[in-house]
Structures are given as C-alpha cells and as structure tokens.
C-alpha cells in the first residue's frame, strides 16, 4: 500500500492520493495488523476524501522498525504523526486495538486545540471495560489459539513457521502495549462517535459500545454488522458506505471557506 507520493510519512501510507480532499480519514488497525488492512478501502469512497492508514511498526514495509510496546507512547506518536495533516477536517476509524488507540488520538488532539471531525470506534468496548490481559505473556501456541479464536488471520500464515516467524513478534509486541495499558480519565472528545461491531463479535458487546456514549460531547450511534470480531472483511463494502453518510455530503463550491 505504500507510495512515494509527497506528504506520507513513516506512519502513513496513502494508496490514492486526493490533493484537494475536503476531509481525510485515519485509519488505525487492529493488534498485529498493519496498513493493508485498509487496502480496499480508498477505491469505495467518494473524491472528497483521502484515507490514510497508520501502519505501526514492526510488520509489513515497517518490519525492520522496532515494535512499541507502551501504548501511551504509541499514541503520542501517531498523534505526532497526524499533525501536517490538521489544515483541514480529519475524521478517524479505528478497529480493535486500533479503536482504543484513536480515541487516545483524538484526545491528544483536543489537547492541542484541533477537534477531529469523528471518531469511529470497531469491536472495542468503551475504556471503562478495559482491563489488564495476559495474552502477551503465552507461548507462540497460546498467541496462535488467540488468533484463530479471533479470526481476521490467514490460517496459512500461522500454520507455516517462517510466516509464524514474522507475524508473531508484532502481535505480541501489540498485546503487550494494549493489555498492560492504564486508560486514564479524560474528558469526553468533542466530536460525533459511531461505535460499529459485529453481532458475534466475542470480545466486544453492544452494551460494552454503547458506553462510548459517555466519551462524547455531541452524539453517539451504534452499527451492527453480520458476523464476528472481524466483520470488516466481509462486509467493508457497507461499512465504509456507513462511514461516508456518517462524514456527511461534499461540501457546496459556495461553502467552501
């Protein structure tokens, strides 16, 4: 997914670039995931805007980068990252690991005066269910039966061990960033949050979203989707439709500032 187009970064990778994109969108993946999780994304949205997805290090074209394995650092440098692209409206989606993370992003952000246009929070329960996990400290097996319970990786990847080889070392390196993580009490963002999750999703209920309605200052919708705790890949089509009504409209030539 990564071009050589002026403006990306180390942290982000933009696969069709919109130079007079009205809005962008960060995309933040899941633990272990990396940029491509949100390869077919930009082709379904709309010309007035641009994606964006943050690839962590330690995995994909970032695989020679150590991994960072204290999440508040993590935050601070995607919010670091995002900030040559605060000159306009930017709205961010994360999944799993990646919905926590954006939410501390977007509170880093309020920090410094900018609000994002919207958080988009998948398959993560609000921060006041978070709670310390032990995932991180298994053996390669037990880190492979987390996987397979959770879906969303290739079954080819943890059945051979050079692929088990590469993929491990970040999953694990993420688990133990997000398990060990102490969210602290923050003021709700002041921007509209839609927590959307899958309705077997089995580490993430809808009564565990539906408490990031108390993260927010403006409103809050829930979407369910057919399927498990990576229902994004096999209904993007429609997620992402959701997420561009949610972003609203191109603006009108004679709205524009």
Request: net charge neutral.
């Amino acid at each position: 997914m990564r071009t050589t187009t002026a403006g990306d970064t180390i942290w982000l990778r933009r696969s069709r670039p919109v130079p007079h994109a009205e809005t962008r969108l960060v995309c933040l993946p899941h633990a272990g995931g990396g940029a491509s999780s949100f390869r077919r994304w930009p082709a379904r949205l709309p010309a007035h805007l641009e994606l964006h997805a943050v690839q962590y290090p330690g995995r994909e074209d970032r695989l020679a980068d150590s991994c960072v394995t204290d999440f508040a650092r993590l935050a601070d440098l995607v919010t670091d990252a995002l900030t040559p692209l605060l000159d306009r409206p930017l709205a961010i989606f994360g999944h799993s690991m990646g919905a926590t993370l954006g939410h501390e992003v977007a509170v880093r952000l309020g920090r410094r005066g900018f609000t994002p246009a919207h958080l988009f929070v998948s398959g993560q329960p609000a921060p006041c269910h978070h709670r310390p996990g032990t995932v991180h400290l298994r053996d390669d097996e037990g880190l492979v039966a987390e996987l397979r319970r959770l879906g969303g990786t290739d079954d080819r990847a943890l059945d051979d061990p050079e692929l088990r080889s590469v993929v491990l070392p970040s999953v694990r390196a993420d688990y133990r960033a997000f398990e060990t993580h102490r969210p602290v009490l923050a003021p709700p963002v002041g921007c509209p949050v839609t927590g959307l999750v899958g309705v077997d999703d089995p580490t993430a209920s809808q009564a565990g979203m539906r408490d990031w309605a108390h993260h927010t200052r403006a409103a809050f919708a829930l979407r369910t989707y057919p399927g498990a705790h990576f229902y994004l890949d096999d209904v993007h089509e429609t997620v992402v439709a959701d997420v561009v009504t949610a972003l609203g409209p191109a603006r009108r030539v004679n709205d524009l500032p």
